[in-house]
Each structure stands twice: as C-alpha cells, then as structure tokens.
C-alpha cells in the first residue's frame, strides 16, 4: 500500500518546480560570498521575506566572535554575516531542525556571478547546487507540509547561516543550541553525486595555527644566542605529520615568518588540518600534539601558542542515523527516486548537528555537481523532486515514532 496519504499526495502536487526555480535564480545572482558583508546582508533580507509565508517567528541572530591568527601571529577579528532563524511552534513536544547556508565560496570580485544554461534542465551558476537550490527546497517542503492537518502538531527551527563555506565557526553555538532536543534534522547540502546520493558517515576537520616565538641573533657573530622560529616550526611540521595514523590525517599546510638569511629567525606561524574519522582519534591526536609542543618548546627554548581546534566533529552513523537514512530511502522509493549513500571525506554543518546526538540526513538538497567551481550546475527538476521527498520524510517523522 503506499504511504502517500490523501493529503500528503495533495500537499506534494501543489510544489511548484518553476516558482522555486524563480527563487534560485534570483538568489544566485545576489552574490553572497562568506566575506561578503553586504551581499549576506541582502541575502538574510531575501530570505526572510521569502520564509515569512511561513508561520512562526524570523530573527537575524549576531554571528559569534571569531579570530584568526595573522602571518605576524596576531589574533584578528573575523567579521561574519548574521544568521537567519525560523522558529515555528517551539511548545511542540516532536520538533525538527532544518539547515542550510545562504553563503558562497565565491567573493564579491569572483568572475563567476553569472547563470548560463547548459541544457533545458541544467543551470550553471554561483550557489546554484552549493546551496541556494536547497534553501528553496526547504520553503517549498515546509510551505507544502503546513497545509497538512497532522503536521500542525509538531514544530521546526530553520536554521540559514552566513559562514558554513569557512567551517561555521560563527554560527556552531547556534547550531548547537537549535539542534538540542529535537527529535531529528535534515541539512540541504547538494548530493554527493549527481544522481542525489547522500552523504553517509563523514570524518571531522580541525583547523590549527601554531604561533613560534624564538630568538633573533647574527647569524654570523651569535647564532649560539639565537632561537631558531624557523627550525622549531619545521620541527613541528614533521613530528605532527608523523602522528597520522589510518583513523586520522594530518597536514602542514603552510609556514609564514622567517628573517632575512643573516638572521636567526624569531619568528613562524605554522598551519596545518587534521581530519579524524572517529572522535577518539580527534582526542588521541590533541593530546599527542600538546605532548610534542611541550617537548619542542623545551628542546629548542622556543614560546608556541596554539590556536584553532577541531571546529568539525566527526559523523558517524549510529542507529538512529542509519534509521534516518533508511527512511528517506523508504519515501524515495515511494516517490520512484532511487536513493543511495556513501561515505565521504567532506564536512560540512551536518557533523555539528550529528555532535549533539540528533539524527540528521545532511544531503537532502538538489541533484547537482562541480561544486565550489565555475562549472557548478544544478539540475532543475531536481527542485521538486527534492521537495517532495523533504516533505514525505518529514510528514512520516511526524506522524510515526520512527526513530
Ligand atoms: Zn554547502
């Protein structure tokens, strides 16, 4: 028997593939690069008008203070967009988090701004897949669930953030605070492939800045009295490379600092990533790496400063996850969309909502590819397919005791 309700099949029919297409094209032409200050502005201003259809509450959230560490090792500002959040019925006992990102990895002055077709169903465009496709799939299912009698009894937070292409920094305390307590959450990140694979178990990502403080000297007439910054960064980049293991990789990304070549140098900022599968290698490698700073500082009589951490958390699919992903499976195949997952190296907001125990589904937007290039296409019907099995998804979590 199919699970397509009277008024859900009813609810599904009235997604309208040419008004969300509407929406993307105009969204993507209003460049919101995750520096671009003023463009997210317009981009939160746009969204919350298009998301006042829906009923609850709309509010622009100040991003959280963020620094970043500067070549001369300073601790500067980052400036951030505000982050755009739906509240509707928040007294609801089963409640949803839905999430995307209005920012882009393009900047203001990126020569990719323009939409080109590159056949009827594809669209070629800035943020069309990566993912303005997927903040319309999330108005287009929940306008579609709200004329349904039975999903008035639960409630949802929508959650648009400005940062996500640089890691979400200013936005993961609101991730978290939204995330809590609900009962599972559905992210619109693009498929993983363009046939609309999902995203299964993700590793996690950390960022960090070293920050050596030696010694200068002649290199010719003192360099006994010099502490080498240069050396002890090396140094550092070589052991931690060497704390890799199958569970977790690390890389040395970059070195700035030195002096001119007679000069024992007193300075260097060492940057490197690391990407844990599991968050007991995120451990295990955090406290390795204090041990080795520790030893390197007293070898060398050199000051390090440590900043940045693991601002991704890994995503491993437990029960409920798998019940998730076997459930938007179950309603593809009702809506004659077959639907795979595999695993992936990617992070995205996906891994901090999965860090708070709520199940979560973080691929639910369009069928896409190329992203984070000027070949970044979205495949248009794609819109409310997607839509249809957000809404089918949600209605079932709604109706059922699933998870
Ligand atoms: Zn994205």
């Not at 009698?149 to 929508?158: M, P, R, S, T």
Request: charged share 20%.
């Amino acid at each position: 028997m199919s699970r397509l309700s009277g008024p859900l099949q009813q609810a599904i029919e009235t997604i309208d593939g040419a008004a969300m297409l509407a929406q993307v094209e105009r969204w993507a032409r209003i460049n919101s690069g995750t520096s671009n200050l003023e463009g997210l502005a317009r981009m939160a201003e746009e969204l919350s008008e298009a998301f006042s259809t829906l009923p609850g509450t709309i509010t622009l959230e100040e991003p959280a203070p963020v620094t970043a560490v500067d070549a001369s090792g300073k601790e500067t500002a980052v400036q951030s967009g505000k982050h755009v959040v739906l509240r509707v019925r928040p007294d609801a006992e089963r409640r949803f988090i839905l999430t995307g990102h209005m920012d882009t990895v393009f900047p203001a002055d990126h020569p990719f701004q323009e939409l080109t077709w590159l056949d009827e169903h594809t669209l070629n465009g800035p943020g069309t897949a990566d993912m303005k496709g997927g903040l319309a799939i999330i108005l287009a299912s929940l306008t579609a669930l709200e004329q349904i009698e039975a999903w008035q009894q639960v409630g949802y937070d929508v959650l648009i953030n400005a940062d996500e292409e640089t890691g979400s920094l200013s936005s993961a305390p609101l991730i978290e605070r939204l995330a809590a307590g609900k009962y599972a959450a559905l992210t619109f990140e693009p498929a993983a492939t363009p046939e609309g694979t999902l995203a299964h178990a993700r590793g996690g990502s950390g960022n960090y800045s070293l920050t050596v403080t030696g010694k200068s000297a002649h290199a010719g007439r003192n360099p006994h009295e010099g502490r080498n910054a240069i050396v002890a960064a090396s140094t550092l980049a070589v052991r931690l490379k060497e704390l890799q293991r199958d569970d977790i990789s690390v890389n040395p990304a970059k070195i700035d600092g030195g002096a001119a070549n007679n000069v024992v140098p007193d300075h260097a900022v060492l940057r490197f990533n690391i990407r844990p599968k599991e968050p007991a290698a995120a451990e295990r490698f955090e406290a390795e790496m204090h041990a080795l700073i520790g030893e390197v500082k007293q070898a060398q009589e050199v000051d390090i400063t440590i900043h940045g951490g693991i601002s991704r958390p890994p995503k491993p699919v437990d029960r409920k996850a798998q019940a998730l992903f076997d459930l938007v499976r179950e309603c593809g195949a009702e809506l004659g969309q077959e639907i795979d997952w595999k695993s992936t190296g990617g992070v995205c907001d996906g891994n901090n909502i999965a860090a708070t125990g709520v199940p979560v589904v973080d691929t639910m937007g369009v069928r896409g590819g190329k992203i984070h290039s000027p070949d970044e296409f979205m495949i248009v019907p794609s819109l409310a397919e997607r839509a249809a099995l957000a809404a089918m998804v949600l209605h079932r979590l709604a109706t059922e005791n699933l998870l």
